[in-house]
Each structure stands twice: as C-alpha cells, then as structure tokens.
C-alpha cells in the first residue's frame, strides 16, 4: 500500500509524471525528456522519500514511547521533543531571517536535542528514574518551550518571521530537496538501526520495572540509549519539514490493533502505518487546493478516521 501511495505522490504535481514516465526513467530509457527527469530527481523523489521516512521516524518514535513509558497518549511530544526543534526554529527564524532555511534547521534539530538533554538533567536532578519522572520532565520543557515561543512570536516582524514561524509549526514537505534530505539521512539511520539492534530491550521495557531488573535489563542506560535514538531519528526528519502532528500518536494505536500485540513486530509496522499517513497526507496537500495545504492538517484528517475504523473493527486492545 504504501509503496502504491509512493508511486501517486511521485506522479502528482503541477507537472505530470506518469508512471510510464517512472518505468522509463528506472530502465533508463532515452525517450523520458531531461526536464521529466530533472523533475523525477530534485523534485518527487526526495519529497516522496522525505515522507516515507518522517512517517517511520514518527511512527516507530511514537510506539517506543508508549512502550517505555506505559502511556497510550505518549507521542513525540511527551518529552518534549517536539517543543525544543519549535523552539529552536523559532529562535532561529528570529535571529537570522525567515529564510535562512539552513539556520533553521540546524536550530530545530538541536534544539530537539537539547529538550530531550534537558529532560534527562532534571530526571537526574530528582534522583527518580521512574516513567513518571520522565513525563512531568518532558512536560515542564514543553511549558518552557511554549512560553519562549510566544514571547518570541510577541516580538517578531508581524510580516515575515512570525508567519514563518507559525507556518513551520504545521509542516510542510514542499521545500524538501536531496540535499536537505541526503543532510539528515545519517542521523535518521543511526536512530533506525539503533532501535532495532535494541528491539528485544524495547519489548522487556514494556514490563514493570521490577521484571525487567529480574531478566537481567539495565534499566536506566537502556531507557536512554532508546530515548536518544528515537529523538535523533525525530529531530533529524522535523528539522526539515517542520512539526507534522499526530502521526507519532495514531500509528502506535493503529499497528496495535491490527496486530493486538505490543512487541518489536508492533513498533515496525507503526514505521509502516506512520509513513503510509504521511505520504497519503502529503498527496492530499498537493491536489485538494490551489494551493498547498500544510502537511498538519492532512495527517489528522486521515488519521483520525483511520483509528476510529480500526477501534469499531477491532475486537480486543491488547495495549
């Protein structure tokens, strides 16, 4: 499915590809024109990739939060990745410019970074390594990260960075290119392997703290080796489409149901779901206006429907 819905994005946009146009361009034929194939390069395939890869990035980050922290409203956001890259954009929009799509990025993958760094210091600081520490942790840097946002946009120029600002808040893949793609490729691999090298551990994690002390489970490195590879593969793909909500949260759920399982096999296929509304939400955002739709209001428009259908259908929740 997901794999169809890559091959209509590729073809959708103001100049059409077929997907006789793809075969040829694949084989190598020389009857696709340069301009077809100029297209094809810097244009569909990276966007389409760049989807693909956000969707999997927040899919799979949204299931191993919901496992480690036993909570099914865990998301991204919980420990407040998704606060610090806003924030560090924002920071970013306003000191250098609105268009400074370099800065920008740079600032937002960062300042994920540096929230989740953050998060950690304060566990630290409680000398509590409970899930609950590490909520109320992400919820305080979200707070924080809101109220500099908002002093901030108080500040900015009305025409120019604060519409920046607000339009990064609701994503958008239109900017994407191979160069900013190929630039977070190596941090999103890095968090991806690293998540399923520790597949095993991630499933343990899902059980009492005092069971898992029991099979021999380091907690306390574990929960932070999967906590910094789940944000470095989140802040390296938001760095460069902005936030794209509800993705992180409505895959976990859906692979659950589908599976009614919650292991390993579960965060894979929530990679799958996440990229399959993604990229569905990013061909929507192409075609159903004149002009583009931000990529926000598509992911919760197809997902919303997407959970309730398999909530109706299915017969047990197993989270």
Known sequence: MVL???????????YSISVNDIFNIITNNSEV???????????????TFMAIISGVALGMAG??????????????????????????????????????????TTGSFWGGLLAVLGVMAMVKATHSHSTATYVLAGIVINAMSKALIMTLKYFADSENELAAIEYWEMGSFGNITSSKLLSIL?????GLIGLILLRRQIELM??????????????????????VLSTLMVSSVVSVT????????????????ILKRNNATTMMLSGVVGSFVVLSADVLARTIYSAELPISILTTVIGVPLLVYFMVTAKKDRF
């Open 63 to 104: 299931c191993v939060y919901q496992i480690i922290f036993k909570n099914p409203l865990a998301s991204p956001d919980i420990i407040g990745i998704a606060g610090g890259a806003n924030l560090g954009a924002a920071i970013s929009i306003v000191a250098f410019s609105s268009s400074a799509m370099a800065a920008i």
């Open 186 to 190: 190596p941090f999103f691999l890095v």
């Open 33 to 47: 024109s340069s301009l077809t194939k100029n297209v094809f390069f810097t244009l569909r395939l990276p966007r």
């Open 206 to 227: 899902s059980m009492s703290d005092n069971e898992c002390k029991a099979l021999g489970v380091r907690i306390r490195p574990i929960r932070i080796s999967i906590l």
């Open 4 to 14: 169809i819905i890559a091959v209509v994005s590729i073809c959708n946009g103001k």
């Open 242 to 257: 902005g936030l794209v909500s509800f993705a992180g949260l409505i895959a976990p759920h859906i692979a659950r149901l």
